[in-house]
């Protein structure tokens, strides 16, 4: 329980320490734009591979599991929109993140501790923890929402594709059924838990590699450690923020 | 000049440094010798504040440094240079990219400023064409020389090696010790070094302060320290057959 507490701390001090006045606004500025496109652009590919099979299975099961005539076969497509909009854009895409970017962050800040590149930014005088973190937050808080919106697209796209082609339904029904009562706040709610779990990730995952210590085992361990973390505080805020939002 | 004053260190209730005392001398370049695990780095990274100490006092001139705040650090760490053993540059960023990046960070010079003083510092340490390469396409003598044309970029007032030499041949630490003792002279710098190689003990050492199991058992110089009567000194610098072929010459 200490250990837990002693843990907690430092993340909040960490979390302070990040959210301090930046020493060189432009080269912040600079390194928010690297890390939009090292974080952001580069995970568009695999949101969007993900999110067109999810979209496509979620079509198919629901039109193996709603063959009862007494279904209207638009339902299929509304399934398939209400499914990728409100739990699959956002929570199932930020368990993938978490993964690839999680990572990513925790072993590119934990090999920079072990090898002294830390040390070397506090010498300088440089506040490590911002230069390092509040960047990766900025990027990933700022272009995850992008992330989620071509999630919600490509997946409905997967699924009008897997539904037409392999003739479960018509290309009309699928699409009266996801334009049918649609809730536009449905959108709100997946943007704002995207805005949270990116900073689940980002902060978790940098919290793991800036307190590494010892040598490349511990690096691959805290690694393992920050989307482990991630992951669980992601599900848990997912039924929170669900409570909260749509209550 | 540095004063460490009744420095204490301890690692979860072991202690790694006992009450050290020791003055460094400004335009000098002063060693912290040791073995391995004596507690060297440990000294040289609570001197820098990169370790909390537990007690004692750390001066920086009439400054008590370990009693500052991250703003105060910052104003006596722009004048700091320091040296890693790993070299720790920047993998992400070019050589040019990280002996600018001081500069970057803490001038407001311009573009071709930055450039002509990057190029002055690394044609200090005889790095020629290879603004472009990055850390890892570097050799071992490479990277200390980029590390140190990183650590001069702002003209320090202080600067800190740690182990300059360790994973080099002779010849390269030869040239590597001779370029931090020509640039402690050239810019008057107060230089620690922390190292257990005999050659810069001899080749530089002009202050050198012996540490073992982290307590100070020796102060002196290149000249005293063959004559010493420290048992555990002479343990140390006679460890080497050839040294003790030249001890029994004597």
């Given amino acids: ?178 334009q049918y009562e649609f809730i536009p706040y449905y959108i709100v709610y997946s943007l704002i838990k995207t805005v949270f779990f990116a900073f689940i990730i980002t902060s978790v995952s940098s919290f793991q590699g800036y307190f590494v210590e010892g040598g490349s085992l511990e690096v691959g361990r805290a690694s393992t450690k920050a989307v482990v973390y991630s992951s669980v505080l992601i599900l848990l805020f997912n039924v929170i923020l669900t409570q909260l939002l749509l209550s | 000049m540095i004063k460490v004053v009744n420095l204490c260190k301890s690692f979860n209730g072991k202690t790694v440094l006992d009450n050290i005392s020791v003055t460094f001398e400004p335009g000098k370049t002063n060693l912290i010798i040791g073995r391995s695990g004596s507690g060297k780095t440990v000294l040289l990274k609570s001197i820098v504040g990169l370790h909390e100490i537990d007690s004692g006092e750390v001066w920086y001139e009439n400054t008590l440094f370990n009693k500052l705040d991250f703003a105060g650090k910052k104003k006596i760490r722009s004048e700091m240079g320091m040296l890693f053993q790993g070299s720790a540059l920047f993998d992400s960023l070019t050589v040019e990219q990280n002996v600018r990046f001081p500069l970057d960070m803490f001038t407001d010079n311009s573009s071709e400023e930055k450039i002509e003083r990057v190029n002055f510092c690394l044609n200090r340490v005889d790095i020629k064409n290879s603004n472009n390469l990055f850390p890892s396409e570097l050799s071992g003598g490479m990277k200390k020389r980029v590390a140190i044309a990183r650590a001069i970029s702002l003209n320090p007032k202080y600067l800190f090696c740690d182990e300059p030499n360790s994973g080099l041949d002779p010849i390269t630490a030869i040239l590597i010790d001779a370029l931090i003792k020509e640039l402690t002279v050239e810019y008057s710098m107060t230089t620690i070094v922390n190292t257990h190689d005999m050659n810069s003990v001899m080749e530089i050492g002009e202050k050198i302060v012996f540490i073992s199991e982290g307590v100070k058992c020796w102060e002196g110089n290149k000249n005293d320290i063959l004559n010493s009567d420290c048992n555990t000194l002479n343990d140390f610098v006679f460890a080497n057959s050839l040294a003790k072929k030249l001890r029994a010459t004597k």
């Fill in chain 1, 1 to 178: 329980m200490i250990k837990f507490l002693t843990q907690f701390g430092r993340y909040f001090l960490l979390l302070k320490k990040v959210f301090s006045k930046p020493e060189k606004p432009s080269i912040y500025y600079k390194q928010t734009v690297r890390e939009l496109i090292f974080l952001g652009v580069n995970s568009i590919g695999i949101i969007a591979i993900i999110s067109f099979f999810m979209g496509a299975v979620i079509t198919l099961q629901t039109a193996y599991n709603t063959e009862n005539p007494i279904y209207p076969k638009y339902l299929i497509g509304l399934g398939c929109r209400d499914s990728m909009i409100l739990e699959f854009s956002s929570t199932i895409a930020a368990l993938i993140l978490a993964g690839k970017v999680g990572s990513s962050i925790a072993s590119e800040i934990g090999t920079m501790r072990v090898t002294e590149q830390i040390d070397a930014l506090e010498i300088m005088g440089v506040n490590s923890a911002s230069f390092l973190i509040l960047p990766k937050m900025i990027a990933t808080l700022l272009f995850n929402p992008f992330l989620t919106i071509i999630a919600i697209i490509v997946g409905i796209f997967g699924g009008w594709i897997a539904g037409t082609f392999s003739g479960v339904l018509t290309s009309e029904n699928f699409i009266y059924g996801i």
